[in-house]
């Protein structure tokens, strides 16, 4: 757990997409996060809800200020 670390998370739900594709985009947002902020890490989730729809979760711990 992050504790009092600042995070950024991406959660999208009801998607339509077929699992390879999830995964390119889980992959697509993470490179993003990557590049653009300063993270000491990155979590990807992907699932299916009790409807059988897909979602994707997008979690990054930001680094400290002055890090």
């Known amino acids: ?3 009092d670390r600042d995070t950024l998370e991406l959660y999208l739900e ?3 997409l077929p699992p390879e594709r999830l995964e390119g985009l889980a992959r697509e947002v993470e490179g993003v996060f990557r ?3 300063e993270v000491e890490r990155v979590s990807l989730l992907t699932g ?3 409807g ?3 979602w994707l979760r997008v979690a990054a711990v930001l680094k400290p200020n002055g890090s």
């Open 1 to 3: 757990m992050a504790g």
């Open 14 to 16: 009801g998607m339509t």
């Open 35 to 37: 590049r653009y902020l």
């Open 48 to 50: 299916e809800d009790e």
């Open 52 to 54: 059988g729809r897909r």
